[in-house]
């Protein structure tokens, strides 16, 4: 995905008038640039990355609420998506109300959402508040009733940018037990976040972004390491899913030789399994 960037507000003006002669006044910026991934039924894709790394670019593409530049996007069933907080949502209406847009936007009818309606507000838990404008929500009852539209929509892919980050522990647990239940299902999760806790013990894969680039797509253990590679400004290799363990031991390690170089990073079995469900 590129934007053009101008140096000053006339430069739009003039590339509009000129452009046509050749005359050019603004630059390309690519906030994603050569990114290819897959991610079969059932699976769970992880996409971290620093702040301005191209990640929330890269699942508005896929919600289809932005058009790539060059490249395309082939996704196979339904999408809902939980993007920024208050997508979706018109701030003076109720939480009942919003709950029907927000399910039309993500293509289900009004009779479709009347048979799931008890099941979300029952999920979401605000209580009275689901009949209270949402601009009175605080950002966790927000990303409460928000969740529970997007998860109740039988889509084929869930995509999830950071929405869990402002939920408490308890209602997060929640969302992840329910997560493991769309799994079971066949749906195809993207989730990006920068708990990279959560991403490891949730994630089967990850996706490392910088730049707009790929720096490594590879199991959660690897793709982490990779990131915080990254932070600490050491230069690695591009790793993929597809990389031969030589490769992928030049960034976790095969015994102990990326943990000694880079200290304070957990070892793979030091890394705690997820939680049960209950």
């Known amino acids: 995905k590129s934007y053009r960037l101008y140096a000053q507000p006339q430069d739009r003006l003039k590339e509009t008038l000129f452009g046509r002669f050749g005359k050019r006044y603004s630059r390309d910026f690519w906030a994603l640039h050569d990114v290819t991934f897959e991610v079969p039924k059932g699976q769970r894709l992880g996409v971290i990355g620093r702040n301005g790394s191209g990640k929330s ?114 209602f997060t647990q929640k969302c992840y037990r329910h997560l493991e239940s769309l799994i079971d299902r066949g749906v195809a999760i993207v989730l990006v976040s920068h708990d ?16 707009g680039r790929t720096i490594a797509h590879a199991d959660a253990v690897t793709g982490v390491r990779a990131y915080f590679a990254l932070q600490r400004g050491v230069e690695t290799p591009t790793i993929d899913a597809s990389a031969s363990s030589s490769a992928i031991a030049a960034v976790a390690g095969a015994a102990t030789p990326a943990v000694d170089g880079l200290p304070g990073w957990p070892a793979p079995e030091h890394v705690p399994p997820p939680a049960a469900a209950t």
């Not at 939480?95 to 009818?109: H, M, P």
């Not at 990279?196 to 730049?211: G, I, M, P, R």
């Open 196 to 211: 990279t806790t959560a991403v490891t013990q949730f994630c089967n894969q990850v996706l490392v972004l910088d730049h």
């Open 57 to 170: 670019t890269l699942l508005q593409i896929l919600a289809g609420t932005l058009a790539p530049t060059t490249g395309g996007v082939s996704i196979d069933g339904r999408v809902a998506a939980l993007l920024e907080l208050g997508s979706g949502f018109n701030p003076e209406y109720t939480g009942r109300e919003n709950v029907y847009i927000n399910a039309s936007i993500l293509g289900l009818t009004h009779e479709e959402t009347d048979a799931r309606f008890d099941a979300i507000a029952a999920f979401a838990d605000i209580g009275e508040f689901l009949d209270q404008p949402v601009k009175m929500y605080s950002s966790g009852m927000f990303v409460r009733l928000a969740f529970a539209v997007a998860t109740s929509v039988d889509a084929d892919v869930l995509l999830i940018d950071e929405a869990l980050a402002v939920g408490d522990i308890f």
